[in-house]
């Protein structure tokens, strides 16, 4: 299956296991992850990669075949993986060293946080199979780095961890051998939030990126008026009172 489930400390980490050919994603790895993110008990995932890349994008030698319904195919797998990223119902922060290439880079651009080793390189590369964009990424690019960057990064070479931390693909950069500490730190921080305002949080701001403004405002109020009906607000709102709002 070529993926590792754990939990620790409130985080399910998720590990893609297969060094061997940069952790590509075959049809095995794609359904245990896509699973593994739909029904999330933890507070917050953390998605990496074994070795010395986070993932060079599916898994060519899983390519269909002629006469294969491609599109049918995109919907059941490139997209789903993307979409399930979008809708868990916990924060996922990625942890980026090596190659990026592909549909990786669609599961980092739908991540909530997301840190890159400064070795990090991020390769759209599907025009180098004369293939355009999948996986939602020239949305999900065209929203997070602004079009002229996104014709950049789709259309010309690979960005290095510094191009993508300044374009906003990535939140921050650090060294390799501190990349899994920072993010395991990212994560469990997550994972201590309010659940309830987190996932809330989460649709909040993929509303924002696609609605207009009217629906976010209908949205921010759905979102606070559930939230005011919690424990974990009560206790916020007790603590901001009492002047230690941390």
Same mark, same amino acid.
């Given at each position: 299956m070529s993926l590792r489930s754990e939990s620790v400390n409130g985080v399910l980490r998720l590990t893609l296991d297969a060094p061997e050919k940069r952790n590509a994603i075959d049809i095995a790895m794609r359904d245990a992850l896509r699973d593994a993110l739909a029904? +999330? &008990?933890e507070g917050a995932v953390l998605l990496r990669g074994e070795g010395d890349h986070f993932c060079a994008g599916i898994d060519l030698s899983a390519s269909p075949a002629p006469g294969i319904d491609v599109v049918d195919r995109m919907r059941t797998s490139t997209?789903?993986?993307? $979409?399930?990223?979008? $809708?868990? $119902?916990a924060?996922?922060?990625?942890?980026?060293?090596? /190659?990026?290439?592909?549909?990786?880079?669609?599961? +980092?651009?739908? &991540?909530?946080?997301s840190i890159a080793a400064f070795d990090a390189r991020f390769d759209a590369s599907f025009l180098k199979r004369g293939l355009v964009l999948d996986g939602g990424l020239a949305h999900a690019l065209v929203h997070t780095v602004g079009l002229v960057r996104a014709r950049s990064l789709a259309l010309g070479p690979a960005w290095s961890a510094n191009e993508a931390v300044v &374009?906003? @693909?990535? /939140?921050?950069? +650090?060294?390799?051998? !501190?990349? @899994?500490? !920072? &993010? /395991?730190?990212r994560a469990e921080e997550l994972a201590g939030r309010p659940k309830h305002a987190v996932t809330l949080a989460k649709d909040l701001l993929n509303a924002a990126a696609d609605a207009d403004f009217e629906t976010v405002l209908l949205v921010e109020r759905a979102a606070q008026g559930v939230l005011t009906t919690t424990p974990e607000f009560a206790a916020g709102s007790a603590r901001f009172l009492a002047r230690d709002d941390r």
């Open positions: 029904d +999330v &008990a997209q789903d993986l993307v $979409r399930s990223i979008r $809708r868990c $119902r924060p996922v922060v990625v942890a980026v060293q090596g /190659t990026c290439a592909g549909i990786a880079l669609g599961l +980092v651009a739908a &991540a909530d946080v &374009a906003g @693909l990535v /939140t921050a950069s +650090v060294p390799g051998d !501190e990349l @899994l500490q !920072e &993010a /395991t730190r």
